[in-house]
């Protein structure tokens, strides 16, 4: 058993007969009235996210796990396959069970979290950012790079990403998994 000080973003706990994993928390104290802790959850088994207030010492059931580094083969339908970068085993996850599966390109090495009890994969975790290729968008225009404006462009894996005026088909970005955002042009 946990308590609230033991909540951090990525904790897989046993929550109204599901497992969920933190993926977003803040720790409240207000000027009158006891300490809280407000968390948003996503469950592990269907993807859905809501959101919870813990009172300050609540005792939650936390779920162990292990990480172990995946690389992602290919999609089929809504069925991803992966291979283990240590012993080769390959296993397929639903498309669900993934972050931001648009993101995902092919030999990309990924962690996946599995429940100790039962070996059942959990969830996904992306890499912070990946690097990918423009393969659609307006043409910038010289002279576009003193705004702050975007346009949409479409990466290598079909995802649709708003980037800043100036960048062009065939350049390669760095793009911030978490929030599915442009970060910066890639450095060769």
């Known amino acids: 058993m946990a ?25 409240v104290k207000p000027g009158k009235g006891p300490a809280f802790v407000r968390t948003k959850l996503k ?16 005792k939650i059931e936390d779920v162990r796990v292990e990480t172990r580094s995946y690389q992602f083969l290919y ?8 291979m283990n970068t240590d012993d080769y085993n390959q296993i397929t996850l639903q498309k669900d069970a993934l972050d931001t599966p648009d993101l995902l390109k092919e030999g990309e090495v990924v962690t996946i979290l599995f429940n100790t009890e039962d070996s059942m994969p959990l969830s996904v975790d992306m890499p912070a950012h990946v690097i990918l290729e423009v393969t659609h968008t307006e043409p910038g225009v010289k002279g576009n790079t003193a705004t702050n404006a975007t346009k949409p ?30 970060m910066e042009r890639a450095k060769e």
């Open 43 to 58: 469950s592990v088994t269907t993807g859905k996210v809501l959101d919870n207030t813990f009172s300050a010492g609540h």
């Open 153 to 182: 462009a479409t990466v290598e894996t079909g995802a649709i990403i708003n980037v800043p005026l100036f960048i062009n088909e065939g350049d390669r970005i760095k793009i911030d998994t978490e929030k599915s955002s442009y």
């Open 3 to 27: 308590s609230t000080s033991d909540i951090r973003k990525g904790l897989c706990i046993r929550y109204n007969h599901d497992i969920y994993k933190i993926i977003e928390f803040l720790h």
């Open 75 to 82: 999609a089929e339908g809504d069925t991803y396959h992966f």
